[in-house]
Each structure stands twice: as C-alpha cells, then as structure tokens.
Nanobody, 125 residues
Framework: QVQLVESGGGSVQAGGSLRLSCAASVDTYHCMGWFRQAPGKEREGVAAIDISDSGTHYGDAVKGRFTISQDNAKNMLYLQMNSLKPEDTAMYYC????????????????????WGQGTQVSVSY
C-alpha cells in the first residue's frame, strides 16, 4: 500500500516561513508534487519535481517564494515556503505518480494517482 504522509504545517504570520515534509512509503515514483486547497476553492498545483533529474515546475502564485526538493535516500519530499502571504492559507497535499506524462512533471492534479491526507497551513496578517 502506497502511503504519503505530510508534516510541517502550522500557523505563521505574513512574511514568515514554513517547511513542509512528505514521507513516501515507496521509491518508485517518477513525479511528486505539492498541491493546496483553500475552503471553497479548487485544488491548486503548487510545485512538482521529476525524481529522476530533479527538474521542477511551479505554479505562478508561488514562483520565487517556494522551493520543492527531494531526498531520494530518505524517500522524502520537501516544500520550503518563504515570504508567506495570507492567501497561501490552505490544506497542503503531497502527491505522487510513477509515470511522467509528457516532457516534465505537471502541476495538475489529474496527473497524480497517489495522495497524502494533507497538512494545514495558516498565514495571518
């Protein structure tokens, strides 16, 4: 059974930083990503990484502020979030898929079959 377990969420003031972690139970993924969903809004792609070459892609809302990274030896995925804004408040989900559809790993939810339970991030003024 594939498992993805997120951690690191919490409450922070605007301008602050958080680092999210995702522990994966297997090491057979090709693409991994972070997504978020705020109440009443659709799930949004935050960042994606190609496990084979560490190629990354980011959603426009977080470019320059968030960094996705991996530790293959530990089967871990990370999301460093800096300069946080109140609009970053959401449940953050780790996702993974053993297939890369196209030339790069996408920041779109339909391309990921495995999901974690999420970790809440709240940013206040």
């Amino acid at each position: 059974q594939v498992q993805l377990v997120e951690s690191g969420g919490g409450s922070v003031q605007a301008g602050g930083s958080l680092r999210l972690s995702c522990a994966a139970s297997v090491d057979t993924y090709h693409c991994m990503g972070w997504f978020r969903q705020a109440p009443g809004k659709e799930r949004e792609g935050v960042a994606a990484i190609d496990i084979s070459d560490s190629g990354t892609h980011y959603g426009d809302a977080v470019k320059g502020r968030f960094t996705i990274s991996q530790d293959n030896a530990k089967n871990m995925l990370y999301l460093q979030m800096n300069s946080l804004k109140p609009e970053d408040t959401a449940m953050y989900y780790c996702a993974a898929d053993p297939v890369r559809y196209g030339a790069y790993c996408r920041t779109a939810a339909p391309f990921y079959r495995h999901w974690g339970q999420g970790t809440q991030v709240s940013v206040s003024y």
